[in-house]
Each structure stands twice: as C-alpha cells, then as structure tokens.
C-alpha cells in the first residue's frame, strides 16, 4: 500500500509570508499532482509533476518533484488571504493516493 | 481540461434510503473514478467505473452498497445503498483526460444520512 505523508497538517501565517508543504512516500509514483479544495467545492489541480527533479512555478507557487519521484513540496511565495484552503497532494494515475492534507489559514 | 458536472450538489436523507449521485463530464475521458471525502478528512477511492462493465472496487468498498454505472464515456451514476449515518460524506467523481496525466475532480455531492 502506498502512502503519502504530508506535513504540515495545519498551517496559520501573516499575508506576505513565506511557507512551503511537503510530500513523502517511501514509495515511487509515476506522478504527483497538486491540489486546493475550499469548502464545499471539489479539488481544484494546481499542477501535475511527472518527471523526477522537476519544477514548476504557477505565478507565486513553485512546486517541486523529488529526484527519486518520492517526495514533493509546494513553495508559496508572499502568501496572500486568496491563498487560504486545503491543500492535498496525491500521487499515482488515476487511483490517487492521498495525503492527509494542509489547512492553510493566511490572515491579513 | 475537464468539466465535470454533478447531481445533487447535496442531499439529506433518512437512514435506510438510497441516493443515486450522477456524474456528466464535458469531453470524453480514459477514466472514470468515484471518491469518498469523510468530514475533516482526505480522499479515499471508491472504485474505478468502467465503461460498459462492472465497477472495481477498493479494499472496505462493495457492490452491493455502492453499485455503479458507466453507459458510456461521458456519464457515470454512483449509487449509496440502504445508507446510515456512517456514509455521511462528500462524494467526487474524478476523470484522467484523454492523452494526459491530468486528473480533474467535480464539485462533490454532500450527503447527510439523519
């Protein structure tokens, strides 16, 4: 069974700060996607990572796919209020595993 | 990208009942899939619906409470059986688009079992 260990489970910063999430498995997945749920509405993808060692960078998000397409991290840049939500990763292709998730709470 | 539509948005329903949730999607996709997202809690698969077939299902996940249908390519129904208030939940249909890795989730369906 593989399993995604995401860090941190809660996460409550000032606008303009710096914050980054992290991805683990011990496990290898052919890709890893992000994504941001608000409540009451269904995951919105941020990105989709396929390539060990891969960057990608959506406006002030960077995200990042481990070498060994083990780990991943999601870097925000000078959070903002609109950043707030849960975030989840989830590796695999079609059957997704999931993480735990991140509830970031980013106040004015 | 995918759109993807679901029916109903939510729904209360009394222990006992069962709710058939449809899924439409805007273009085809390879595949179709149904999740379940308990309160405060992530995503956990239901099963893979195939098209013109029987569903595959997860370990903890049967047919005879979670019977699902896939006529063709676009539309898929996902039915909660004989519920109790353990399956009070939000449930996605999710699609892999055709050619991609992209995986893209509908709005959810919340479903209160009283």
């Known amino acids: 069974t593989q399993l995604l260990e995401q860090s941190p489970q809660f996460l409550s910063i000032q606008e303009g700060e710096n914050l980054t999430v992290y991805c683990n498995s011990s496990?290898?997945?052919?890709?890893l996607q992000w994504y941001r749920q608000e409540p009451g509405e269904g995951p919105v993808l941020l990105v989709t990572v396929v390539t060990g060692g891969e960057v990608k960078k959506l406006k002030r998000l960077t995200f990042q796919f481990g070498d060994a397409r083990k780990d991943s991290s999601l870097h925000i840049t000078a959070a903002q209020p609109g950043d707030t939500g849960l975030y989840l990763c989830?590796?695999?292709?079609?059957?997704?595993?999931f993480g735990q998730g991140t509830i970031l709470t980013v106040h004015p | 990208s995918a759109v993807i539509s679901q029916k109903p948005s939510r729904d209360i329903c009394q222990r006992g009942t069962s709710l058939t949730i449809q899924c439409q999607v805007d273009?085809?996709?390879?595949?179709m899939f149904w999740y379940r997202q308990q309160p405060g809690q992530s995503l956990t698969l239901i099963a893979t619906?195939?098209?013109?077939?029987?569903?595959?299902?997860e370990s903890g996940f049967v047919i005879d409470k979670f019977p699902i249908s896939r006529p063709n390519l676009t539309f898929s129904t996902l039915t909660v059986s004989n519920m109790s208030p353990e399956d009070s939940s939000i449930y996605l249909c999710?699609?892999?688009?055709?050619?991609?890795?992209?995986?893209?989730f509908g709005p959810g369906t919340r479903l209160t079992v009283t």
């Open positions: 989830a590796g695999g292709y079609g059957k997704l595993t």
């Open positions: 496990s290898v997945f052919s890709s």
């Open positions: 619906a195939n098209q013109g077939s029987e569903a595959t299902y």
């Open positions: 999710s699609v892999v688009t055709v050619l991609s890795y992209e995986q893209y």
């Open positions: 273009s085809q996709v390879t595949m």
